[in-house]
Each structure stands twice: as C-alpha cells, then as structure tokens.
C-alpha cells in the first residue's frame, strides 16, 4: 500500500510541477523588462520617508515609481542623449556611508553601464547634474498619473 501511495505522490508532483513553474515564469516576466536596463536611480528616505526610483532601457522607454504610482513612458531622443552624457561624466562609482548617520538623510543608488553606487546624504558633485534631471524626469512623469494606477 505504502508503494502505491509513494507513486502516487510522485506522479501528482510530476503532475503538478511543469503548472507551477510555468507560474513562476509568468510572474518573473514583468522583472524580465529590467534586463535591458542601462539606467536605474532610486532615492529613498527623508523626513517623509519616501521611495522613487526610475528605470530606463537602452532605447529610452522607461518606469518611474513612487511607492503610490508607477508610470511607464519613453524619453525623447534629446533626454537620453543630455542623460546619457550626464552619467558619462560621472567618475565617483565608489559607494559611501559618509552622511548615512544624518537624521533622516537620503539615501541614493545609482546605475549606470555596469556601475552601481549608493550615497547617502550629500552627493558627489559629478553626480548632481545626472541626479538633477533623474528628479525632474521622475516628477514629471508621477505628477501626471493618478494615485490609484498604481501596478
């Protein structure tokens, strides 16, 4: 009896497996849209305790979060090309926990071409012009969207 019930058991997992993984994919695809990410910035933290980030592919289309909305959109030609040459000129890729320990600081990450780097508080100066526009790019695009859209 112990026999069959093993068999049974393994026929029914052997069943079930090929349906949960193929769940597992569908819902690891939306995270899929991020493998052709060349940008990614998020900032979190402050008095309010707030969360944005923007993720940018190669060909300008983009997400911008906040932890109410999200909203998806795409870049014009002339964006990307001032960002891209922003971040380019980015030469501090080192992480830092200089400033983590101010009351309610910022904390920033920042990607781009294979470097990720995460700053708290005060920002390097070669940062500022690509952070700058990441924030506009970000309020921009989240002051349009209604609270309730949120994915």
Known sequence: MFKYLTVAAIFAAITI???TTAQAETQAQPKARHSQEMIGYEKSGGFAGIQRSVSID?????RAASAAVTADFQLTAD?????????GAISTWNSSADGCDVADHFTYSLRYRGHHAVRCHTLPRDWEPAVAQLDQIIDRH????????HD
Not at 79 to 87: A, G
Not at 142 to 149: E, G, N, Q
């Open 17 to 19: 497996l090929p349906a």
């Open 58 to 62: 190669r060909d300008g289309q983009a």
């Open 79 to 87: 964006e990307l090309s001032l960002l891209r040459r922003r971040l």
């Open 142 to 149: 989240l002051t349009k969207v209604s609270p309730t859209t």
